[in-house]
């Protein structure tokens, strides 16, 4: 039986686009003494892209700013919350539909939120004009039956 | 891990070889590479080769879908081969399957496009 301890970290970086690969590998470290699958890590390092690129591109519209990551982890359960304080979200419905976007001019296609959805097992967004968006996605590690047998 | 990019081309396809991981960061560097050369070349067709790329989030589908667009403006076709499991899951989600051939590889590909 494995016993993993619980485990918290923040990293307050800055939001410029060398941070994405940083962010990435700091959520891959932090989940590796959990002994999560291939697919798993690449699931979670895709959440956290799509969503520290999105604080860079759309809530501080590649002009910089701060953004925070917290990765918790409790028994099998990874709670990742990406923080930015950026311009917000105006309608959160409508963003979160697939292929919907604000900047195509700039190649995107509207599918991070989808993405970042379907990837993790609980989804949480909330935002507010001129104060920043916070986004918080769990997801439970396989080993969960091994744990419990 | 950043993204080493390798382009050559041959006849009027461009060969697009990627490896590490593309991001937002890594694709705005891609798609000067490619545009650079699709300002001085006759090119038609693109082919991407992810066969050593790691990671892709939808910043690559961005970059894909905007050369689709540029190639399908002189009538070309983007081909993209050896995908991974992580990488096709996000490729059927954006319904680029729909608008783009996809092989199992770099050879499938080229005799697609009659550049073997
Ligand atoms: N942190 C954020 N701050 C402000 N606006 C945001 C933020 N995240 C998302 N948005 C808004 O929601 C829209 C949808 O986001 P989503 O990530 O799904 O697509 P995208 O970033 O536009 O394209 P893609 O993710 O495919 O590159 C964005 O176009 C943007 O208008
Ligand atoms: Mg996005």
Redesign the pocket.
């Known amino acids: 039986m494995k016993s993993k301890r619980n485990n918290y970290a923040e990293v307050i970086f800055d939001a410029i686009s060398e941070n994405e690969a940083f962010a990435r590998i700091i959520v891959a470290g932090f989940v590796m003494p959990l002994d999560p699958t291939i697919d798993e890590i690449n699931e979670l390092k895709t959440i956290v892209s ?2 520290v ?3 860079i ?3 501080y519209e590649n002009k910089g700013g701060k953004i925070k990551l917290i990765i918790e982890s409790y028994i099998n359960e990874i709670t990742i919350t990406v923080i ?1 304080y ?4 105006e309608d959160l419905n409508r ?2 539909e697939l292929f ?4 195509p001019e700039e190649e ?8 970042m959805e379907i990837f993790a097992d609980e989804f949480y967004i909330s ?1 507010k004009i001129g104060e ?2 916070i ?1 918080k996605v769990k997801k439970y590690l396989h080993y969960a039956n091994e744990l419990y047998a | 891990m950043s993204l080493s990019v390798h382009l050559f081309i041959k006849a009027d396809t461009l060969f697009v070889r990627l490896t590490g991981e593309l991001d937002h960061h890594t694709s705005m560097h891609l798609r000067d590479r490619i545009n650079s050369l699709m300002d001085k070349f006759e090119i038609k067709n693109i082919i991407f080769n992810f066969r050593n790329l790691s990671f892709m989030d ?2 690559g ?2 970059v894909i879908l905007g050369r689709y667009h540029q190639v399908k403006q002189k009538k070309g076709i983007l081909v993209v081969c050896e995908l991974n499991s992580m990488i096709e899951k996000i490729i059927q989600l954006s319904g680029l399957y729909k608008i783009l051939v996809i092989t199992k590889d770099e050879e499938q590909a080229s005799n697609y496009l009659g550049v073997a």
């Open positions: 799509e969503a690129t999105n604080s591109i759309h809530a930015d950026g311009k917000g979200i963003a979160k919907y976007t604000t900047k995107r296609s509207g599918m991070g939120l989808t993405i935002s920043g968006t986004i | 939808s910043s589908i961005g």
